[in-house]
Each structure stands twice: as C-alpha cells, then as structure tokens.
C-alpha cells in the first residue's frame, strides 16, 4: 500500500461543475502540499497546509490530520484548469515530500 | 525574487553515456536541495536531498549520483546511463528551518531526459 492515496486517479468534467480530490496518507507529517502539473511538465505548488482549510480563487484545499486525510476542491470549473493534481506529504525531515500518483482532471467546455 | 533554473530541457543520450544535469537557484543562500525523478506513467519520488554544500543524502539505491559543488547548484549526474534512467527530472529548493523544514517547495521547469 502506498503512503499516500490519491482519488480518482483520473476525473473528466464539464465546465462549470465542482470538483474534488482526494488523498489519504498514512504516516505522520509536518504539512500536505497540492500541486499542479502543466502537460509541459512544470509543478506549480498549490497549497501546503497543516490543519484547517485554505482558498484562493476557485481553489479550496482541506485537511483533517486525525483522519489522515486532504481534499482539493476547484468551484465552477474551467477547461484551463484542466491537468494533473499531485498531493504530497512532508515529513519531519529536511521537507522531503512523499507524492502520491497523481489525478488527471480533463474539463470540456 | 527566487528562481531556480534547470538545464537541459531535454535530452536524448545513448545507453551507457554519461549524464550531466544542472540546477541552480538564484535570489536565497543556504537551501534545502532536492533531485526528484517522475517515470513514465509514475509518481514523483525523490532521488536525493541535500541540506549544505557537499552534503548528499540519497532516497533510493540507483544508478545515480549527486554533488553540490557551491551553496545553489545541484548537480545530478550518471556514468553510465541505462534504459531505466529515462524520466522528467526536477529540481526543487526549499528554506531552511533547522532539520525540520516545514517550508513550500519551489520546482524548476524540469529535464525531460530519453534513454535509447
């Protein structure tokens, strides 16, 4: 079992529609980051939190550490945001990030 | 302002050559280092890390290794490439906080490396 589980593993939508993301982990962390990764190749961090909740824009991503457990959410969705969600853990040590497998979203206008 | 640099962008290199891939960040002093490796319908995972100059920790046995010759380059390299080697390549910096670093990441634009 990996130490970090991401659902769905891909997700197609239509503009316009909410979406979530999921991801589980299993072992102790310092923070969760949500990255996105452009069909180019380049990552763009997101968000990294630790507890609660954080937005910005159309982008809200939340955390529950007793549950092990992080949501991304995207509100009306656009074909722009279509890529790959990547969700990481860090641990305690020196920042390393654990990434889970990563969410293909495609959004059809 | 930061900006970390990678080069090449892509690379087609023949099994058994050498590999030579270059990282530099600009604009901090003292970052936490990171090589991380994306496979062909993989994960990211991390290769190494290093936390000072000279100082490489590596995450996975490979056919790779790393140097940190100055404070902001990270050099990953190989003497003999295999097929397995081929992947996206990400170079990644972060602040320091002691050894608990609780601190974002900043990903370069990556190497999109081909091993024929």
């Known amino acids: 079992k990996n130490e970090v589980e991401q659902s769905p593993q891909n997700l197609t939508a239509q503009e316009g529609e909410f979406i979530t993301i999921n991801c589980s982990y299993s072992?102790?962390?310092?923070?969760l980051h949500w990255l996105q990764q452009h069909p180019g190749g380049g990552i763009v961090s997101l968000f990294m939190l630790s507890s609660g909740k954080k937005k910005h824009g159309r982008l809200i991503a939340t955390i529950n550490i007793q549950e092990k457990h992080s949501s991304l959410h995207i509100t009306a969705s656009h074909p722009r945001d279509s890529a790959v969600y990547i969700c990481a853990v860090q641990g305690t040590s020196y920042g390393k990030l654990t990434f889970g497998q990563g969410t293909i979203l495609t959004v059809h206008p | 302002s930061q900006t970390i640099h990678q080069w090449p962008a892509t690379l087609v290199q023949p099994v058994g050559s050498p590999l030579s891939l270059e990282c530099t960040v600009e604009g901090t002093s003292n970052p936490n280092l990171y090589w991380y490796r994306q496979a062909a319908g993989r994960g990211l995972q991390l290769l190494f890390y290093?936390?000072?100059?000279?100082?490489i920790s590596s995450e996975v046995p490979q056919n790779l290794s790393a140097s940190r010759p100055q404070d902001r380059q990270f050099i990953l390299s190989s003497k003999k490439l295999l097929l397995s080697d081929s992947g996206f390549y990400l170079c990644?910096?972060?602040?320091?906080?002691?050894?608990?670093?609780?601190?974002?990441?900043?990903f370069g634009p990556g190497t999109r490396l081909t091993v024929l």
């Open positions: 990644a910096w972060s602040t320091t906080s002691g050894g608990a670093s609780y601190n974002e990441q900043f």
């Open positions: 290093s936390v000072g100059i000279g100082q």
């Open positions: 072992v102790g962390i310092s923070a």
